[in-house]
Structures are given as C-alpha cells and as structure tokens.
C-alpha cells in the first residue's frame, strides 16, 4: 500500500508517499502530487521510517525504581503521573506543578488540542515552552504591532524580487516561520526572475552560498544595522509607506541616531555596504525581510524584530504580495489560541527573577531557579512533554541537577534521553507514522495557503497511545481534581475525549474562512484531496486582521521604544574574546535525530568552526581538539578551521552531549558529541520576550595537547 502523509520533522511539512507492507514501512518518499512540496524531501525524511523502527523507541510506559525503570501498563503509569501531579498540587499550590512543552508539539495534532486543553489549564504559571529559546522575539514584536502574538508575517518567497536574510539558514533548516519546502528550488526561480538574495550572518552558511550578496556580521547586532537601514532609507526619502501605520514620525525620528558610519565598527558591516542594502531593498519593486532564529537568540531578539518588520511596512512591503504577509489558513490558528489562553503578554511573572511571561509562558531560562530556590510557588513537579531542556535550554548542566531535585516527574516523550531519564513515569506515545495529522500551527505560516488531513499511515499496537490519547487519560484523571483551573477546562477536555481529533479539525474547517455550514470546507471535503489541498497565494488581509486598538500597525510601541537606548551599549568597542553562535545541520533535528543511524553516518558534525586567523592565534590546527571555556563550563570537541566563519565568531551546533548516563539511545551515544548549553547562559536574555541569547556567548578556545590515552575524550 502507498498512502499520503506529511513529514512531521520541520516546518516544511513536506509531502511524503508511505510505502506499507501489513504494518511494516517499506519506504518513504516525495509526494510528487503534494501542491506545497511536489515531490521534495530533504535527507532527513527517513528518519520517519528510522523513529518507528527504533529499536530504543519506547513502546511501554516506564516506571522509575531507583536508577532504573521498569515496563508497566498504561493504567498504572497514568494513575501514577496524575497521583503524583495531584499530590504535589495540593501540599503546595497550583504553581509547585510546572509544565515544559517542546518543539515537536508544533507538529503534533493531539499535542496541539488535547496537550494544550490539559496542560494549559492546571492553573500554574510555570508554563514554559522551547518557544522561550525560538521565536518569543517574534510573537512580542507581533503583539506591540499587530495586536496579536500569533501575527508573525510570512516572507512571500514566489512573488518577490528582494529577499533579505538575517539569521535564518534556510537552505539547511527548511524554513521557519515560514512554511516552504524546497529552498533552493525558490531561491533560483527568485534569481531567474531577476530578483536578488541577500544573507547577513556571522558564517557563509549554505544559504549565503547561493546569495547574490553574503554579508558578515558581528553577533547580536543586528539591530543596530536595521536601524541604521532605517536611517538611509528616511534620510534619503526612500520610503514608501503603506495604509494602516501609526507611529512613523517616532520611527524615523529613533532611526537619526544611528547612521551607518555610527555602526559600521561594531556590526562589523562598512556604511557605504549598509546603505546600499537600504538603497536596493527600499527600490526593489517587491521586497520581504526575513528575520529568524540567529536574530532571536540576541539580547535585543524582540528590537530586531520590529525592526525587520517596521522596514517592510515603511518601504510599502507589509501585507502586499512579494513582501511580507499574513496567511488565511483553514483553521484560524488565532481563534484556537485565544481559547487556550495564549495570546496575552504580561500577566504572570516568575517568582524569582520576575520575568513576565509572552504567549502565556515564562521564560525556561528561569525553570532550573523556580526549582532551586525554596519559598511559596517553588516548583516540585514537572511535566515535559516533548521536549529535551537538558540539551535544548540555556546552561543545560543547572536544569539536569534541578530535575533530579523534583519530587515528581512525568516524561510524555518516545525516548529515555538527557530529559525523560530524570522522570519518574514516562508516557510514550506511537511514532510519527501512527497518528492522524493536520498542521494546524504550520498552516498559519505557509508562503501559499494550504491544507492537508492524514490518516495515520500505520495502525497503532493494541497497547499503544497517540498523544492525543495520552493527554486526554491523563487529563481525566488530573482535572478533575482541580477546581482553580477554569470554567473552560473541563469542557473542553471532556469535549475532546467525545470528538476525538478528526471531529476537531472538522469543527475548526467549518468555522474557519473557507468553510461555511452548508457547502464550504469540511473534513469531508479535505479527504478529496489526500494529497493536500492548495488555497492560493497569500493575500492581503489588513486592517481587518489586526487586533491593535486603533487597527493600525504599531511603527513605534511604546514597550519597544523604551529599550531603545539599551541599544547604545552595543556600540561600545568589544575586546578580543570570541563570540559563540550556534548551527543546524541538514540531517540532524535539534536533539533528537541523533538515533538513527542512516542520519548520523559520516562524519563528526559536532565541531567547532574557527576562522583561520583566530586558530593561527591560538595554534590550532583543523581536526585538533580544542577546549571551549567560559564561567558556566567547559567542552571538548574537534575544531574545523575555516573561512566561513567570521573573525571572532566561532559556531557549534547545539543537541549534541548523549554522553550523560542513564539514557536508552544506542546510535546517539555512540555520536555523543558535546552540549553547547552546558557553555550558555541562564541569564543572558532578550529582557523584552525573555528569548534566550545564545548568540551573544563569550568563550575561550585553547588548543588541547592530546596525549594517547584521552585521545578519544570528549
Ligand atoms: N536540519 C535541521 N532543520 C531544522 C532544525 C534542525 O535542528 N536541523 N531545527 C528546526 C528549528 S527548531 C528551527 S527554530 C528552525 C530554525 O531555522 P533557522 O532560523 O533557519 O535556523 P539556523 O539554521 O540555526 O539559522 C540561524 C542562522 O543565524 C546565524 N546567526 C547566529 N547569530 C547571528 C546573529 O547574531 N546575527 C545574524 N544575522 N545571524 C546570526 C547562524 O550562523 C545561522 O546561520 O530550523 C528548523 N529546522
Ligand atoms: N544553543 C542552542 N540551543 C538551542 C537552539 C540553538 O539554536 N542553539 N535552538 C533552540 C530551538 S529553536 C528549539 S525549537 C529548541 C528545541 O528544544 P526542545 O523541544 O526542548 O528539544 P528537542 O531536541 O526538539 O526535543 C524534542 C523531544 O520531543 C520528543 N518527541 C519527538 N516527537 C514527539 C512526539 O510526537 N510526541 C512526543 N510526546 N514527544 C516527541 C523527542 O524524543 C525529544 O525528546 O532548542 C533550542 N535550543
Ligand atoms: S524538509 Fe525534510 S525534514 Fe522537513 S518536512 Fe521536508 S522531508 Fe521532512
Ligand atoms: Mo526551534
């Protein structure tokens, strides 16, 4: 049998071809009839087929008995877990029970319903998410701006005639924010219809390779260069603004401080370099910025933010085809957030640092100190649920002592890794391949509007869960019981173990802008088209779809404003130390691909790239073993000694370090590598969305003089 599905690894959501012999896989491919992906998948795509078969895929629930766990049915693990989670609650209060969320929530059906309807309603406000170390910048900015923090623009990639690239790779990761399979296929139909290309980062990624223009800069201070963009672009009367702004005569006067000359030294970038991008991206006659992952993970994340989205609407690219849009997905993602109480900025704020929560969250780099730090509202259980903080988060090594403090921990999670090894119950549910599926958060970032229903390519084992199965058993056992959770939850949660999650989407498809009652887009009339179904390019949507009070966009909010002279300590001159950022890798997946050994063949990826005339200055060698220090700790990994890198900036890749015992993955231990969060920093934040900075690390890098016996050392 050869059934349609979606690749569920990254954002791209590409169309996949699920060969089944019985309940055997015997092959994944491209769906040359997917309207979004036609036929492209990257390499990563057979990790679909390497998770299900995963011999170290857990199929049981695990109970934890000392240093070991032990198989058990899903009745006694599940009473176990909430037992545990009710315990806790009530010796200590609502917020002593803390909830982390990882990313493949954002792919997963069941996580995204019944995972939010449970966990968002156990009444804490230690709700932390792995969007803490992702996008946060961006959903802040969206708020101040547009009304909304889900009003992320999406760069119109197939229409337009300029794209600028900050901080995104998306040759290698697919795209983020932004739903577009096959990059490079986009990029050359972009330069065959004349357009242009243009990256700016501190290495010449995969991307930057095939830009018409690569530009370096210094780490985190991209903020400075679009302000600076700004400036040429008012000062020389390129702008073009659109309907809709509020706040322009502030932008441009905030933009006067900061000429390019007056940031050429510390972005690294020349002025006359700078004013040309403006010049080009101001006359371009379509032109989209793109802001991603290397400019969220900075200290002023959520400015560059606004800054990126402020350029577009100043030169007349925001909301208009070929610059920056917003997508009508089938199921208004919006709608089904405000039901989950994630739209809000502000409202909670940790206990110890005092850190407001975005989205409904706080920051993770606060969890390992809420569970440290005694007092009322101190966290003594936690739930994670697919996710890996001990590699993915901030100053890893703090959070791994801290779990092993917890009086309660419940993993829901496939793998016995660096995170779940410290629970005491883990719920794993079926693989990829199990589960029914619609991208109801991808959806709403798509370059074309799009929609897809899966049926689970492979049945479930008469003793297995789907996440969406779990979430709903456990939630009957735990909400229940609590009474501060909110008048929603319980329908919500007993209306879901009645729907189930096709009945979801149904109800979601009917009510969004495509279906009405009679007639419109139903599950019914997704399931005609199995392959996936295109809903057109991307339209304008404005003012209708803001949700600022005088539906205007925000050019110059004021919480945005305020921090713009914290900007100003960026123009200090730096020392001689060497900044650390981080790289992804076209067939890794943050931490949790390394188990496959199709994907992790060849050779060592976890390296350390230096630019030859920091290694000359440090005698290293490439292929030597170099130490990486800072005040949090110290690696040792392999340096690659090249051009690529920019002087002063060297680049690890981050989800490595399955060398921690206690974890069950054979192929990821034997490709250990090393943590780049045991060097990164708890308290190097964007202060405005609480957005880790892991790209403003400092670190030391000396050569290791390698003896015969540690010749193996990590
Ligand atoms: N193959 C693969 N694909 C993935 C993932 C993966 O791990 N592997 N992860 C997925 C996830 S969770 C996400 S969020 C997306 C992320 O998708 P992208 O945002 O495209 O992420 P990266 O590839 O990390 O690209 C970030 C770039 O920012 C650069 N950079 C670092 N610091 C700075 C800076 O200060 N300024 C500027 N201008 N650039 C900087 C880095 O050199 C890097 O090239 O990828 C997703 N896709
Ligand atoms: N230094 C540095 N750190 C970073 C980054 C960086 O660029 N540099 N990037 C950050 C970014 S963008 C992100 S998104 C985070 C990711 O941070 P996390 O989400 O915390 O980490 P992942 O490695 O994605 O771990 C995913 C976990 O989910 C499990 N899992 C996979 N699929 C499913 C499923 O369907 N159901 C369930 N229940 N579990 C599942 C996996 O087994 C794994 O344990 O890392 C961040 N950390
Ligand atoms: S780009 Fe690769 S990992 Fe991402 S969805 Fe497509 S096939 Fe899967
Ligand atoms: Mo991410």
């Not at 857990?58 to 315990?87: K, S």
């Not at 909304?148 to 197939?158: A, G, K, N, Q, R």
């Amino acid at each position: 049998m050869r059934k349609p599905a979606t690749c569920t690894l990254c954002e791209a959501a590409c169309g996949i071809l699920v060969d089944t012999e019985g309940d055997r896989v015997v092959g994944v491919r491209g769906d040359p009839d997917d309207p979004q992906s036609r036929g492209y998948v990257c390499p990563k795509v057979v990790g679909m087929q390497d998770l299900h078969e995963d011999p170290d895929r857990l199929r049981r629930p695990l109970l934890r008995r000392g240093e070991d766990f032990v198989e058990t049915t899903w009745q006694e693990a599940l009473d176990f877990a909430a037992e545990g989670i009710l315990r806790v609650r009530r010796a200590h209060g609502p917020d002593a029970v803390a909830v982390y969320q990882g990313n493949p929530t954002a792919h997963n059906l069941g996580l995204l319903t019944a995972g939010q309807a449970v966990l968002r309603k156990l009444g804490t406000r230690n709700l932390f998410s792995a969007s803490s170390t992702d996008q946060v910048p961006h959903m802040r900015a969206a708020h101040e701006m547009f009304g909304h923090v889900l009003l992320m623009p999406v760069p119109d990639v197939d229409r337009t005639d300029h794209w600028l690239v900050l901080g995104a790779n998306p040759v290698v990761s697919n795209g983020s924010i932004m739903t577009a399979p096959d990059q490079r296929r986009r990029i050359k139909e972009l330069q065959a219809r004349g357009g242009k290309l243009v990256v700016v980062d501190p290495r010449r990624t995969e991307t930057a390779e095939l830009a018409d223009t690569h530009v370096f800069i210094r780490p985190s201070t991209d903020a400075l260069l679009l302000f600076a963009m700004l400036y040429v672009v008012f000062a020389e009367g390129l702008e073009r603004p659109g309907p809709h702004l509020a706040g322009l005569d502030e932008l441009r006067r905030l933009a006067r401080d900061f000429a390019p000359d007056q940031v050429a030294s510390a972005t690294g970038v020349a002025s006359d370099r700078i004013a040309t991008m403006a010049r080009e991206f101001a006359r371009a006659e379509r032109a989209a910025c793109y802001v991603r992952v290397g400019t969220c993970h900075q200290e002023h994340g959520t400015l560059v933010s606004w800054l990126a989205y402020a350029l577009n609407a100043v030169t007349g690219n925001l909301d208009r085809a070929g610059g920056a849009m917003w997508t009508t997905p089938a199921a208004e993602l919006m709608v089904i957030a405000d039901l989950f109480g994630l739209s809000s900025v502000g409202g909670a704020h940790s206990r110890v640092r005092g850190l407001p929560a975005v989205g409904g969250e706080l920051p993770v780099a606060v969890l390992a100190e809420e569970i440290e730090t005694p007092g009322q509202g101190q966290i003594r259980a936690l739930i994670t649920s697919a996710g890996n903080p001990v590699l993915s988060a901030p100053n890893g090594r703090r959070i791994e002592a801290a779990l092993a403090e917890l009086d309660h921990m419940v993993a829901v999670d496939s793998f016995l890794n660096e995170t779940t090894r410290h629970a005491h119950v883990i719920l794993p549910p079926v693989s990829p391949l199990q589960r029914a599926h619609y991208d109801l958060a991808l959806n709403a970032f798509g370059v074309r509007n799009h929609a897809k229903w899966v049926d689970a390519p492979l049945p479930k084992g008469p003793d297995e869960l789907d996440d969406f199965e779990i979430f709903v058993k456990l939630g009957a056992r735990i909400l229940p019981g609590i009474s501060a959770a909110g008048p929603l939850q319980m329908p919500v949660s007993a209306l879901l173990r009645k729907l189930g999650p096709e009945a979801v989407v149904d109800l979601a498809l009917r009510a969004g802008p495509y279906g009405t009652f009679r007639g419109g887009l139903s599950l019914a009339e997704l399931r005609k088209s199995p392959h996936g179904l295109d809903l057109g390019p991307l339209r304008s949507r404005l003012p209708d779809l803001l949700r600022t009070p005088d539906r205007k966009v925000q050019l110059a909010p004021q919480a945005l404003v305020a921090e713009v002279p914290a900007l100003r300590a960026l123009l200090a001159p730096r020392g001689d130390t060497l900044t650390m950022i981080g790289r992804r890798h076209l067939r890794s997946n943050n931490s949790w691909l390394h188990n496959s050994t199709r994907l992790v063949k060849g050779r060592d990826r976890c390296t350390l790239l230096v630019n030859p005339t920091d290694a000359r200055a440090r005698g290293i060698a490439d292929g030597a073993l170099v130490a990486v220090k800072n005040a949090r700790g110290e690696v040792r990994l392999r340096a690659e000694v090249s051009e690529e890198m920019m002087p002063g900036v060297v680049s690890m890749p981050h989800g490595f370090g399955h060398h921690r015992p206690g974890t069950r993955m054979a192929v990821a231990e034997a490709h250990a590598g090393v943590s780049a969060n045991d060097l990164t920093d708890d308290m190097l934040l964007d202060r405005l969305s609480g957005n880790a900075a892991f790209s403003g690390v400092t670190v030391e890098v000396s050569a290791v003089v390698e003896r015969s016996e540690d010749a193996h050392a990590e």
